[in-house]
Nanobody, 119 residues
Framework: VQLQASGGGLVQAGGSLRLTCTASGGRLSIDDMAWYRQAPGKQRNLVARITRDGITNYADFVTGRFTISRDNAKNTVDLQMHSLKPEDTAVYYC??????????????WGKGTLVTVSS
């Protein structure tokens, strides 16, 4: 299983970016998908999560600015980011909770994509 994230880059404060993550590796049964971020010298934090049924939850620091969505047929999860702030600068990682059979699940991570917001 591989997760490939794309869409990061440099943007001015107040701008927008859209991140996309695609899971690949055969026939996948994916439960939750999520985006995390990690700023330099800080721990990795949850940004947003979406269940297979489309139920979402967001970190307080992005509510109203970011929107997570997914396409179950394509095994993708997107993060639309608006009104970006310099403090949103971080490496953004996608994750997917994948059913492995026999009732077990395993979390997979992408390598991350850098988002830099200039003031």
């Amino acid at each position: 299983v591989q997760l490939q994230a794309s869409g990061g880059g440099l943007v001015q404060a107040g701008g927008s970016l859209r991140l996309t993550c695609t899971a690949s590796g055969g026939r996948l049964s994916i439960d939750d998908m999520a985006w995390y971020r990690q700023a330099p010298g800080k721990q990795r934090n949850l940004v947003a999560r979406i269940t297979r049924d489309g139920i979402t939850n967001y970190a307080d620091f992005v509510t109203g600015r970011f929107t997570i969505s997914r396409d179950n047929a394509k095994n993708t999860v997107d993060l639309q980011m608006h009104s970006l702030k310099p403090e949103d600068t971080a490496v953004y990682y996608c994750s997917a909770l994948i059913q492995m059979g026999w009732g077990s699940r395993r979390a997979y991570w992408g390598k991350g994509t850098l988002v830099t917001v200039s003031s």
